[in-house]
């Protein structure tokens, strides 16, 4: 039985514009392969949960030094969070989280500097779950002026926001759930005991001053009148407050501002006038 000329059979489609494949090069195509190895290798060798909770707690409060490092702190902002300190778990802490997870890769890079902003970008890939994130970090490199920092601040500037986009991709990637017994954990063992207070005040105090941060701007931060008014939770803020300043999350002079004092009055002068004096404005009339 003969076909009819317009059937399927017979048809013959010529496709003049069809795309040739993408050629890679060689640098992709290993790329490609060893990513492709460390995910069958990661689901040939799964992680234990439980096994991860444990292994960070343990590692951030292997000693008072590491659990110091584990979190940070930033005063307070006007607006919502008015009156209420920000706290969160650092980049050493993000590094740990990485060290005990297992089946993980997680950097950063500078992606961008157009001369006033350089942009850092942190990059995290479960290998296991195959989930990946990024998150990009924007610090200026010039001064109040509009002047260019020089080339060793603007490195450390990259390294700051660097250390920040890194360890914020890591807590998208890593679940809070086993991030925070070790956070909780952290700031108890940096803290110490109500026995140990006394000493670990004046050290904060000496480690601020080493800083040019004054006695006076440190008390002020966790509104205290003398050294001996700090209390644990003072000293875990002030633990977090130094932190923030290593870690380029903030600086000093927006933790610690400059204290403006009132001028004072010349209390002679004033009673001359028949002016009013407020209390803590009174100058020596002998002045």
């Known amino acids: 039985m003969d076909m009819e000329p317009n059937s399927k059979a017979s048809e013959i489609i010529e496709l003049d514009n069809v795309a040739s494949p993408v050629a890679i090069s060689p640098l ?44 940070y702190t ?124 006394s000493e670990r005040r004046g050290l904060m105090i000496e480690t601020f001053g080493k800083m040019g941060i004054e006695k006076e701007r440190v008390l002020k931060a966790v509104d205290r009148a003398s050294v001996e008014e700090i209390t644990l939770d003072d000293l875990e803020a002030l633990i977090g407050y130094y932190n923030s300043i290593k870690d380029g999350e903030s600086s000093v002079e927006e933790i610690f501002p400059v204290i403006k004092e009132e001028p004072k009055v010349n209390m002679k002068k004033l009673f001359e006038k028949g002016e009013k004096v407020e209390e803590g404005q009174v100058e020596n009339p002998k002045a």
């Open 74 to 197: 930033l005063p307070p902002r006007k607006g919502e969070r008015a009156g209420k300190r920000i706290q969160g778990p650092s980049v050493r802490l993000a590094e740990i989280a990485v060290s005990c997870y297992r089946n993980i890769k997680a950097a950063y890079r500078i992606i961008a500097d157009d001369g006033k902003f350089i942009v850092a970008q942190g990059v995290c890939h479960d290998l296991q779950q195959n989930v990946s994130t990024s998150v990009e970090i924007r610090r200026r490199i010039t001064n109040k002026e509009g002047v260019r920092y020089s080339d060793d601040m603007i490195q450390t500037t990259c390294q700051a926001a660097g250390a920040i986009a890194y360890r914020n991709a890591v807590f998208k990637v890593v679940p809070m759930a086993l991030v925070k017994p070790a956070f909780d954990a952290a700031k108890k063992v940096a803290v110490g005991e109500m026995k140990n207070l």
């Open 28 to 71: 992709e195509a290993l790329e490609r392969a060893n990513v492709d190895i460390a995910i069958a290798t990661a689901n040939k060798y799964p992680r234990d949960i439980a096994r991860v909770k444990d292994d960070i707690k343990s590692m951030a409060t292997l000693d008072q030094e590491t659990a110091q490092a584990c979190f």
